[in-house]
């Protein structure tokens, strides 16, 4: 029978050496941020959402549904007065950590507009509806 020599056992780190490691300090980030991350989940942009009622009768409104971060819907728009034309509107686009990003194309017109922002709470999106010549403050309401 033929015995193996014996294998030393390995040097150990001095701790000193363990603490300027920068993979450790990367496993610490890591396990910081995972403890830090909330499980509370983020509001979706899942359902029916409109503009404030305008008394001069125009406004935005819109369905979406969410597939994981994809946002896809449909929407109208009216026109202010009494006979305000209304236009059908098509919306794709993402949503992720409470932000969003999204594609309007109105029927009526050439050009889609993009409007994106955030959450202000669960129930109201705010951000910026931006189109051929301009951009202004948008604030939907969930329905």
Request: glycine content about 12%; hydrophobic content about 35%.
């Amino acid at each position: 029978m033929q015995t193996l020599p014996m294998q030393p056992y390995p040097t150990p780190v001095p701790a000193r050496r363990l603490v300027r490691s920068p993979r450790i300090w990367f496993a610490v980030a890591v396990i910081a941020m995972a403890a830090c991350h909330s499980t509370t989940p983020e509001p979706g942009l899942t359902g029916d959402w409109a503009t404030f009622p305008n008394p001069g009768g125009g406004g935005w409104s819109f369905s979406f549904t969410t597939t994981g971060t994809s946002v896809s819907g449909t929407g109208s728009l009216r026109g202010i007065g009494p006979n305000g034309t209304v236009s059908a509107a098509v919306v794709t686009g993402v949503v992720m950590d409470g932000q969003f990003s999204l594609n309007i194309t109105v029927e009526s017109e050439a050009t889609p507009r993009t409007y994106a922002g955030s959450f202000a709470t669960v129930d109201q999106l705010v951000g910026t509806l931006s189109a051929p010549g301009g951009s202004s403050t948008l604030t939907l309401d969930r329905q």
